[in-house]
């Protein structure tokens, strides 16, 4: 399912696909994970990132099991 219908925007799908990477693999701690996103991304997009990023990692972690 395309991220927009979740996020509202289709550029949120790069976000959603690294948290579902961690999700998946663990490789990232999830708080640094998280982190991360927030430090990189303007002001304007910092709640888009952290919901699409949670989303993600949810979805990975649902598909790690």
């Not at 996020?7 to 999700?23: I, P, S, T």
């Not at 952290?50 to 993600?56: Q, T």
Request: charged share 30%; net charge positive.
């Amino acid at each position: 399912r395309p991220a927009k219908d979740d996020n509202g925007r289709e550029n949120g799908a790069n976000v959603v696909a690294r948290g579902a990477v961690n999700g998946l693999t663990g490789v990232v701690a999830t708080d640094s994970g998280a982190e991360a996103e927030r430090r990189t991304v303007p002001a304007a997009f910092k709640d888009l990132n952290k919901k699409a990023y949670s989303m993600g990692y949810e979805k990975g972690k649902e598909l790690a099991e």
